[in-house]
């Protein structure tokens, strides 16, 4: 029996999204303003749509969008980062699914945490990082 490669599937072969080449330092990050926008666009929705009130499928597609998460390599970051302040973590300190996994602990007591795309971004990645495997009906 063999044992399951999980020391290699568990280190992060972080992207850059802007010049699409692997980034070995940089930062995964999502802008302070795009996240108060994303909160704005939340709390009117949620003024607009009461809990107990049932909407119709047409309003699904006007939910505010979140807020991105960003993975930009050092590089693209000296030549062009616009977030205009942003919420940082460095990829050195998120080398591994383990490493990220604690972050994502950290980042549930955020207030904001839920008008980000986390859930989303975390799946893109785990599904480049092991496409064979699955988490069911997705
Ligand atoms: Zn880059
Ligand atoms: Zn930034």
């Not at 602990?105 to 699955?134: C, G, I, M």
Request: charged fraction near 20%.
């Amino acid at each position: 029996m063999t044992a399951p490669s999980s020391t290699t599937t568990n280190v992060i072969g972080w992207r850059c999204r802007q010049c699409d080449l692997p980034a070995k330092s940089g930062a995964l990050h999502i802008g302070h303003q795009q996240v108060r926008a994303a909160e704005r666009a939340a709390k009117d929705w949620d003024a607009q749509h009461p809990a107990d009130e049932a909407f119709d499928l047409a309003d699904v597609f006007m939910m505010p969008s979140r807020a991105q998460w960003q993975v930009t390599c050092d590089g693209c970051l000296q030549r062009r980062h616009d977030c205009g302040g942003c919420y940082e973590i460095g990829l050195n300190q998120v080398p591994t699914f383990t490493a990220l996994l604690r972050w994502q602990a950290h980042l549930y007591d955020k207030s904001w945490f839920n008008v980000t795309n986390w859930v989303a971004f975390v799946h893109r990645l785990a599904q480049e990082h092991a496409p064979h495997e699955s988490a069911g009906a997705w």
